[in-house]
């Protein structure tokens, strides 16, 4: 275990105990409470409905908060969709006038039509909080998507010293902190007062929900927006539809660019994903042999599935044997990819082609990137980043695949998702989020137009 490892995890047990000395035996009493608006005048009641659309898919209340300094302020979100898609909503919270204090995003919900969900949110007032912000944020909302969400508030019948909470939050706090702290990847830079952050957000917490929205402060603060807290009773996301089933495919343009669209290898088992493999690798060489004069990797539709097969069917198109890696805390397992066999550093293959030496595909290389762009098309992504003569057009990657998620229940059932991978270049570089392009180009706008800036930037190349 690095010096790193152990110092932080010393400061998570020095705070859990903190935590538990300062657990208040308090009983769990709120009271309904009428917040008002920053703006209003003394009898007039801050709005009680968020309504959202795709004209306007943000909705939010400034409340005056003086009053409640030192209270824990719990917010219900009674949340409809109104139209007839399904829409995507993210609540948020912000202290704006508490400096250091990061705007706090839940987690993503999704609505199905007509149907409804209660969210559930919850803050410490801080001592010189004056105002707080609270959002509901609709995500990629379509025309036919209508959101409306009743507010309710209640508040603590008493105030709280910074750090003092019922035990079993204390309890739960020390599970999620202890769990976080070994799991994250990055060193975390001056963790007392990090952790003397995360106990003043705690302030108050009375269960699960409260230390959920601490332990989101926290990953706010740390900027890490890809761990992820669930609290029980959380509404359950709506099943994704089942993937449209549809081959990658390789042809060659009547101008010499060869253009491979990839899709999702989803099979199951050692035996199928070779065959997978196979297939696609099969296509390449069948095209290669043409000799294109420049090729064109479309990752817009590789939204999941298996990253393995795929990059043993395009070895000689990556120019390896290292294409990228996964890094956490200094260290670093490389991805090696050669003959058809693609494996991590020292371990046996996860596929294996068992193909004769092929010459490397060395020619320019543009690779398509978008939002759709996730999970494993993400780690196909980051493996063409620093092969030469290369260079990526669209717009930025979804950003949840930059990392690997390990999963922990908490012992009321809140479950932790936190980053203990992440994903690295070749080169070095460490991919946190979305994966940028280096020519933008607006694809909801024009399908086509990043297509057409690749065969342009390909075409004019000596």
Request: aromatic share 4%; glycine share 6%.
């Amino acid at each position: 275990m690095s010096q790193s490892s152990t110092v932080l995890i010393a400061t998570a047990i020095v705070l859990g105990a903190a935590l538990s000395s300062s657990a208040a035996a308090a009983d769990d009493v709120r009271e309904a409470c009428q917040m008002r608006l920053v703006d209003s005048s003394a009898d007039t009641q801050a709005a009680s409905v968020l309504a959202l659309d795709a004209r306007h898919p943000m909705a939010g209340v400034d409340w005056n908060v003086r009053h409640w300094q030192d209270h824990r302020l719990w917010i219900s979100l009674d949340a409809r969709n109104e139209g007839d898609a399904s829409v995507a909503v993210r609540p948020e919270i912000a202290s704006p006038d508490v400096e250091g204090t990061p705007v706090v995003a839940g987690p993503v919900w999704t609505l199905a039509p007509h149907a409804s969900a209660v969210l559930r949110l919850s803050a410490y007032i801080q001592d010189d909080a004056k105002v707080l912000t609270v959002r509901l944020r609709a995500l990629a909302a379509t025309p036919a998507a209508a959101v409306k969400a009743t507010i309710a508030t209640e508040c603590s019948s008493h105030s709280f010293k910074p750090g003092e909470m019922a035990p079993p939050a204390s309890a739960l706090l020390d599970q999620a902190l202890k769990f976080y702290v070994n799991t994250e990847p990055d060193p975390i830079a001056n963790p007392p007062q990090v952790f003397e952050f995360l106990r003043t957000q705690a302030s108050g917490a009375q269960g699960g929900v409260d230390v959920a929205w601490a332990m989101r402060s926290l990953m706010a603060l740390l900027h890490d927006d890809q761990s992820l807290v669930e609290s029980p009773g959380d509404p359950v996301p709506a099943e994704a539809p089942p993937h449209p089933v549809a081959e990658s495919t390789v042809d060659l343009r009547p101008d010499g660019v060869a253009v491979v669209r990839l899709r999702p290898i989803d099979e199951s088992g050692d035996d199928a994903l070779a065959r997978a493999a196979a297939h696609l690798h099969a296509r390449l060489a069948a095209i290669a042999a043409h000799r294109p004069s420049g090729w064109i990797v479309d990752l817009r539709e590789l939204d999941g599935g298996n990253p393995w097969p795929v990059l043993a069917a395009l070895g000689p198109l990556l120019q390896g044997p290292a294409i990228g890696a996964f890094t956490a805390r200094g260290e670093r397992q490389e991805w090696v990819v050669d003959r058809g066999a693609v494996r991590l550093s020292g371990q046996a293959p996860f596929v294996d082609l068992q193909l004769p030496p092929e010459a490397a595909a060395d020619g320019a290389l543009a690779v398509l990137i978008g939002p759709r762009t996730a999970d494993g098309g993400e780690a196909v992504a980051v493996a063409f980043k620093g092969r030469p003569r290369s260079r990526f057009f669209g717009s930025p990657t979804l950003g949840a695949g930059a990392s690997t998620l390990r999963d922990q229940s908490l012992s009321d059932g809140t479950r932790l998702r936190v980053v203990s991978l992440r994903l690295a270049d070749r080169a070095g570089a460490v991919y946190r989020g979305p994966l940028q392009p280096d020519a933008a180009a607006d694809d909801a706008a024009e399908a086509d137009r990043s297509l057409r800036a690749a065969v342009d930037w390909l075409n004019s190349r000596p």
